[in-house]
Every structure is written in structure tokens, then in C-alpha cells.
């Protein structure tokens, strides 16, 4: 009888068991579900993030390129032009002459006494003549002068205004033994001149 009293309720409780496999089976599909829709939350609000990031670095490199080319416009407005002579076909010496006559001047206008100058046109190292030859003339000038502090200062002013591009390639000063108001100057300047 025991054994009858059990067979109805096989019946049920299999119904249970199957019941209670198939809510374990769905419970653990929900579980796994569950996490991999939290794991890939984390992931897109990890993406998110270098996303962010990565638009703030995109935004500044933007920012450095518009600063830069800026600067590169700025600098190309005050870059001076190179001289040009008035006839072409013309040796060095005489296309420099011009330059150099310039230079003279405002060594005249500002009192300053020349006892040497030495020339060397279109000097073999100098970057402009390798770099594009025939296209640019240039003259380096070894010059010793005798000025006064005012004058000197007054001379560099105008040569930092001066129309054309040049090089002061070195300034060696020594105030003179006997005076030292008076200056000896050793000036190393490089002229230049653009062909047409």
C-alpha cells in the first residue's frame, strides 16, 4: 500500500523535480545573461571613457596644429625678404655691393670706425649656397670697428630693422685698454642676395 499511496504522488513530485531542473536550467541562462549584460556595460562605459579621452587628445592636437600654423604664418609675416639686385647676370661682388652699401651707411650714420673688412663671396659651407646654388649670392664680412657704447647700440638697432634678411654670424667685444668707453668689435655678418 505504501507503494500505491507513492505512485500518486510520482506524479507530482516529478512534476516538481522537472519543474525545479528547468527553473535551475533558466535561472542559470538569466545568471549567465545577467553578467555578460554587466560585462559588456562595463566594457561600453569603459570604451566610453577612452572615447572621451581620446576626442579631449584629438581636440588638443587640433588646438597645437591651428597654434602652430599660426606661429608659421606669424613668422613668415616677419621673415624679411632676401635682397634683389636690379640687373641680373651679375657677379657676387656686384650683387652684394648694394647690401653692402646699406651696411656702410648705417655704419657711417652711426659714427662707427671701420679698420679692417674681409670678404669671402658665396662661402662653400653656408646653407643657402649648397642648398640651392645659383639662386642665392651671399658675402661673409670679418669687419673690425672702434665705436663707443651708444653708437654700437644704435648701430645694432638699425641692423635688427634693416629691410633685407642678413646673418650676424659672431660679436667679439673688448673695451680698449686705455679707454674703456671705446669698444674693438670683431663683426662677423653675412649679406645675402636672391637671383631673379
Known amino acids: 500500500m505504501d507503494n500505491e499511496k507513492l505512485k500518486q504522488f510520482l506524479v507530482p513530485i516529478s512534476i516538481v523535480i522537472v519543474t525545479l531542473l528547468i527553473a535551475v536550467y533558466f535561472g542559470m541562462k538569466l545568471l549567465n545573461n545577467v553578467q555578460t549584460v554587466v560585462n559588456n556595460k562595463n566594457t561600453v562605459s569603459t570604451k566610453q571613457q577612452e572615447l572621451t579621452e581620446k576626442k579631449e587628445q584629438l581636440e588638443k592636437l587640433k588646438k597645437q596644429e591651428v597654434e602652430e600654423a599660426q606661429k608659421l604664418a606669424e613668422s613668415a609675416s616677419k621673415s624679411k625678404p632676401f635682397y634683389k639686385p636690379a640687373a641680373t647676370g651679375m657677379n657676387t661682388e656686384a650683387v652684394i655691393a648694394g647690401e653692402f652699401t646699406e651696411i656702410l651707411e648705417l655704419i657711417r650714420a652711426n659714427k662707427i670706425k671701420v679698420r679692417t673688412i674681409k670678404y669671402e663671396y658665396d ?74
Request: aromatic content about 14%.
Open 123 to 196: 662661402p662653400q659651407d653656408d646653407a643657402f649656397i649648397k642648398g640651392a646654388a645659383g639662386k642665392y649670392k651671399s658675402a661673409r664680412l670679418n669687419m673690425e670697428m672702434i665705436a663707443d657704447y651708444t653708437s654700437y647700440n644704435n648701430f645694432l638697432k638699425e641692423l635688427y630693422k634693416h629691410d633685407h634678411f642678413l646673418d650676424i654670424q659672431s660679436v667679439e667685444i673688448v673695451p680698449y685698454k686705455k679707454n674703456k668707453q671705446i669698444l674693438l668689435i670683431n663683426f662677423k655678418l653675412k649679406l645675402y642676395s636672391q637671383e631673379l
